[in-house]
T-cell receptor
């Protein structure tokens, strides 16, 4: 596989629940990303971390809260989600030194919000 | 804003034949990078091929090649000698050379390979 793992692979939660998605990369990369993949829509970049610092937040609702404790781990904390938040959440990593490098993706967490 | 358009939601190809997937993009930048990613059913997205905008030569990777037309802002993917394992969603992506955080994807093309 690509060296990026995500857990859980599937998650069902109610709108009042709090859950967290986890991503781990074993590639020694310095940048990590969260994407949302909805049916028949382009991938949406949600958050970017470079060297553990958040550098991008593409107008994502505050019910999504990222955390990057170190360069190998990335979390996405979820609370009071809406049914329209149901999607595949993909994590990716890359080694960006000046020029943008290829992103390596995890298998995703398929989230269903009831 | 940069946008990426894949005009073919679905394509099919006979095994061993050649197929071309289309991608166009809109940008005012001169430095950028283009990618084709493959996402097989229930499997991880992986890079197929990458093209730097400053390179005139089209990228190739075994049976995969691109036709990069910078003036036309077109970046098509050609798959030669198609195999059953090529069946997947294919995503075209654009990444800014000025802002590493600016990464945009097309809506994807679902490729079916017929035996």
């Amino acid at each position: 596989e690509t060296g990026v793992t995500q857990t859980p692979r599937h998650l069902v939660m109610g709108m009042t629940n709090k859950k967290s998605l986890k991503c781990e990369q074993h590639l020694g990369h310095n940048a990590m990303y969260w994407y949302k993949q909805s049916a028949k829509k382009p991938l949406e970049l949600m958050f970017v971390y470079n060297f553990k610092e958040q550098t991008e937040n593409n107008s994502v609702p505050s019910r999504f809260s990222p955390e990057c404790p170190n360069s190998s781990h990335l979390f996405l904390h979820l609370h009071t989600l809406q049914p329209e938040d149901s999607a595949l959440y993909l994590c990716a990593s890359s080694q960006d030194e000046g020029a943008p490098e290829t992103q390596y993706f995890g298998p995703g967490t398929r989230l269903l919000v009831l | 804003a940069q946008t990426v358009t894949q005009s073919q939601p679905e394509m099919s190809v006979q095994e061993a034949e050649t197929v071309t997937l289309s991608c166009t993009y809109d940008t005012s930048e001169s430095d950028y990078y283009l990618f084709w990613y493959k996402q097989p059913p229930s499997r991880q997205m992986i890079l197929v091929i990458r093209q730097e905008a400053y390179k005139q030569q089209n990228a190739t990777e075994n049976r995969f090649s691109v036709n990069f037309q910078k003036a036309a802002k077109s970046f098509s993917l050609k798959i030669s000698d198609s195999q059953l394992g090529d069946a997947a969603m294919y995503f075209c992506a654009y990444r800014s050379g000025y802002n590493n955080n600016d990464m945009r994807f097309g809506a994807g093309t679902r490729l079916t390979v017929k035996p």
